[in-house]
């Protein structure tokens, strides 16, 4: 029954999804606690055991930075290579990838009842596509259309700088650099677009419109809490800070594109879009379209809300079928 199947996996700081892929169907999926190396590797040994075949390719998708085929899992505090991968399951082919490559390749062949229309077409065209992700950190993925074929590329978007938009808001950063001054760049007003717009960040973005308005201790909340106070107007601050989140964030994507100019579709993925739609409101799409002499470009740009359950999974799957294509 499988004979020929792949394993994929998206790898977090908490949990990592296992799944298995039969003639480049998802045919089951298993939930893991991540922790150490070698729990991580037995996880997979398991599977492998368990189907009872090797699998002709693996694909491990994380949040970190991958270099001559290891990936450096940031939340899990870990290394994990290929030649792990291979000896844990007899693969021929493996892969680790960054996590927001697999979160572009989760749009290519996204179909219109997958999303979520923000602006612009019902069926997100076929082009060149940006993919955004507020979580635990910011990630960023872009998947380039070029001779009729889709590719990756890698980077780090989500630690671009990030500025005031407003004069009222310049209090509020430099009250950040108490918090944060190592995510600063240099002497200057800007920092880590991720130390405000993820949930990491958020409670920091809290904090500091706290001590902007006069609060010498602002109290220490969660994401959720600080987002579920904004929703129901409950605390001025976190309405505040859900305010400059949504703003910054659309004013940052709406810069991303205009840079990457992507024909094929804007796409927010991951928890906080999911769990929080309200906050992509008016106000994102004017801060994502307010571009000067190109907001009427910014305009014309397809801007949408994934939803489409486990991305992290289709997208390790569709950068495989395209690895093993080659």
């Not at 060149?128 to 992700?133: C, D, I, M, S």
């Amino acid at each position: 029954m499988h004979e020929h199947w792949n394993l994929v996996a998206d790898i977090g700081g908490t949990n990592t999804r296992l799944g298995v892929v039969t003639n480049g169907e998802l045919t089951d999926l298993r939930k893991h606690p991540t922790g150490t190396l070698d729990d991580l590797l037995n996880a997979f040994h398991s599977l492998r055991d368990e189907v009872g075949t090797n699998p002709q390719a693996v694909v491990a998708a994380g949040a970190g930075p991958v270099r001559n085929g290891v990936i450096r899992l940031t939340n899990a505090n870990l290394d994990l290579s290929e030649v792990e991968l291979a000896q844990a399951t007899g693969a021929e082919h493996t892969f680790v990838i960054n996590d927001f490559t697999a979160a572009a390749w989760s749009v290519a062949d996204v179909k219109q009842n997958e999303v979520s229309v923000l602006q612009g077409q019902a069926k997100p065209p076929v082009g060149t596509r940006l993919v955004v992700g507020p979580g635990t950190g910011l990630g960023v993925g872009a998947l380039l259309f070029s001779e009729g074929h889709y590719h990756t590329v890698s980077g780090e978007g989500g630690h671009v700088g990030l500025y005031p938009r407003h004069r009222d808001e310049v209090e509020i950063f430099e009250a950040a650099r108490r918090i944060a001054p190592e995510c600063f760049f240099g002497n200057s007003l800007a920092l880590e677009a991720e130390m405000f717009l993820s949930g990491t960040g958020l409670p920091i973005l809290y904090q500091a419109v706290g001590l902007a308005a006069g609060n010498a201790q602002p109290s220490l909340r969660s994401a959720k809490e600080i987002l579920a106070e904004a929703r129901d107007a409950a605390d001025p601050i976190a309405v505040k800070t859900a305010q400059m989140f949504t703003t910054h964030l659309g004013a940052l994507m709406g810069d991303m594109a205009v840079t990457l100019m992507p024909a094929g579709g804007v796409f927010l993925v991951g928890g906080v879009a999911e769990k929080n739609r309200w906050l992509f409101d008016q106000d994102f799409k004017d801060a994502f379209n307010g571009g000067g002499r190109f907001s009427e470009l910014r305009k014309s740009l397809n801007l949408y809300v994934s939803e489409q359950a486990e991305f992290g999974i289709i997208g390790a799957n569709n950068f495989c079928k395209n690895a093993l294509k080659r």
